[in-house]
């Protein structure tokens, strides 16, 4: 890549504009965001321009908001698991396949993120739909459960169809740290004796990891914060994080709650997603070395 | 190269169903004859198509969902283009802050950026307008319009842009006849890949729209939130029929998996 020594101010020049921007609608809102979550509310008079840490107090010490942020996370967790799991294994048989084949699938695999994803769990609602929803009778039909599972207004269904959301990133990632694999280096360890399963789990696996890992921080990143989903398939009482701050500014109207709710799930969304790559670092750097 | 055994098979097709039923179940279920949600056996109807054209807040919602998408996609590019040339060509202080402050959008959750503009508009006056739907716009799609501008630029051979200066042509027109063309491909596919982005926005412009000027999936949203019937069914159908025909256009011209990994043509 050519790069030049003496940049001078040209860079700079060149992306004043967008830096403006992003200062004047990106940096300067967020700021006002986490200063209205320190103003108070009351119902007669909105909202107060005052300095409290009332809002924060209250988010640390109800166990209802607390009830709600941990379901994020174990919704968000089970997500991930479960992209990771299907996923990988999806996209390693996915590179087995002849060209024409592989072209294909990873259209259908990567098409969704495209489509709306109203239209997407719109889908899944209408398949769970109640205790007749054609799930529950296929895997009645199947034998797989003798009773129908509710999966409207329930985590079950939360994490079914945000998995069925996020699965494309978790697909694309592996399949990029696939691309960069030597095919020859599986026969080499088929040709020294080990059996598939070894070669799978000693000498494939490890080396997708990173692609599994990286996909699984931003398979997590969104399912924490995905909004229309769990707002669809949970209904008005099943909330999570991102629901409940849409609640405190549209329909409760107390604006520094929701903002205080929306800010706690950004600083714990960057600390999770800043720890875990230092951790991802740290760690494969060790392989490495 | 080692074959799928049967059982990777038959994982295979349990996967591509996963992916592929509730998309079909909606484009099913909105041939159905019936006024409520079934699935169609031996008779199929368009009624519930045909019914979209009794609610006009659907059609005049798509207009405005497809301006929106086309205005804040064309904007987004016409900044990233300067901003990936500067990344791409040189070595700053402060270059590495900036890319992350750029693809930032991706990271911040839908809505916390919804909240912020929501609360920053309405101090300025721009609450609730078609201006403030557009400048959201712009910053959520940009960083897809980057990384799609930026891969392009990287690429690009840099001697004939000094060939075209050594010959004499000015920096304006070696931008308008050597760099623009050049970088083209990535300008058409980041431009297209920000366009679906804003399109299909939902969780940031829920909180910025105006009942009068909603966009097609806030629109879908807010009906589902109240009940589901086949009407919004048929709407969704046909949203995923045109994101089906892009969807091909964009995998034929650039292939979908380097353009949603953000790598470009290569």
Known sequence: MAAEDRPGLAPYALSAPAIALFAAVVLVPIALTVLLSFHDYSSTEGILTVFVLKNWRELFADPYFREMFLRTLRISLWVTAICAVLGASEAYILNRMSARWKGIFLLVIL?????????????????????????????????????????????????????????????????????RLDPQIENAARSLGASPATVLRRVVLPQVMPGVLSGGIIVFALAASAFATPAIIGGRRLKVASTLAYDEFLNTLNWPMGAAVAVLLLVALVLIIVGSNRLIERRYQAVFE | MSRNGPLALV??????????????????????????????????????????????????????????????SAIAVAFSVPAALAIARYRFRGREALTALFLSPLMIPHVVLGIAFLRFFTQIGIGGTFTGLVIAHVVIVFPFALRLVLASAVGMDRALENAAISLGASSSSVFRRVTLPLILPGVASGWMLAFIQSFDEVTMTVFIAAPGSSTLPVRMFLYIQDNIDPLVTSVSAVVIAVTVVFMVAMDRLYGLEKLLSGRGKD
Request: glycine residues 8%; hydrophobic residues 60%.
């Open chain 1, 111 to 179: 098409g969704p993120l495209l489509i709306s994803v109203v239209a997407r769990t719109l889908g899944w609602a209408l398949l769970f739909g109640g205790s007749t929803g054609v799930v529950n009778q296929g895997l009645m039909a199947l034998g797989v459960i003798s009773a129908p599972i509710p999966f409207m207004f329930t985590e079950t269904g939360i994490v079914v169809a945000l998995s069925h959301v996020l699965m494309p990133f978790m697909v694309l990632s592996v399949w990029a740290a696939l691309q």
């Open chain 2, 11 to 72: 994982f295979h097709a349990l996967f591509i169903a996963f992916m592929l039923a509730p998309i079909l179940v909606v484009c099913v279920v909105a041939f159905t004859p019936e006024g409520y949600l079934s699935i169609p056996t031996t008779d199929w109807s368009l009624r519930w198509f045909r019914a979209i054209a009794r609610y006009p807040e659907f059609i005049s919602a798509f207009w405005n969902s497809l301006g929106l998408a086309a205005l804040s």
